[in-house]
């Protein structure tokens, strides 16, 4: 079982930068992939950013692509992503999630594990 808590979310005007943080609990995320996932209202939740459990292979949304960063630090348990250049339609809740499966990283259902999000809000 592996339990994820976001943070580093709040208020920031575009073309600004944000930091998320995504704590980890449990034995095997460092063998776990992990991914960012948003969610704005009204909206499905999208794929943002995933990565491999080594942090060799990353991928990312078509939208964020140049801008986000997304990384981990398996000795420490912690899944980041860095938000460059941010615009207001990046504004969401954002969510961390992990899973064992390296198939489908963009896929939100392939995912077993989710963090409760956090609020990312660009103002213009």
């Known amino acids: 079982q592996v339990q994820l808590v976001e943070s580093g979310g709040g208020l920031v005007q575009a073309g600004g930068s944000l930091r998320l943080s995504c704590a980890a609990s449990g034995p095997t995320f460092s063998s776990d992939n992990m991914a960012w996932f948003r969610q704005a209202p009204g909206k499905e939740r999208e794929f943002v950013a995933a990565i491999s459990w080594s942090g060799a292979i990353t991928y990312y949304g078509d939208s964020v692509k140049g801008r986000f960063t997304i990384s981990r630090d398996n000795a420490k348990n912690m899944g980041y992503l860095q938000m460059n250049n941010l615009k207001p339609e990046d504004t969401a809740v954002y969510y961390c999630?992990?899973?064992?499966?390296?198939?489908?990283?963009?896929?939100?259902?392939?995912?077993?594990?989710w963090g409760q999000g956090t609020q990312v809000t660009v103002s213009s």
């Open positions: 999630a992990a899973k064992t499966t390296a198939q489908g990283m963009g896929v939100r259902h392939s995912y077993d594990y």
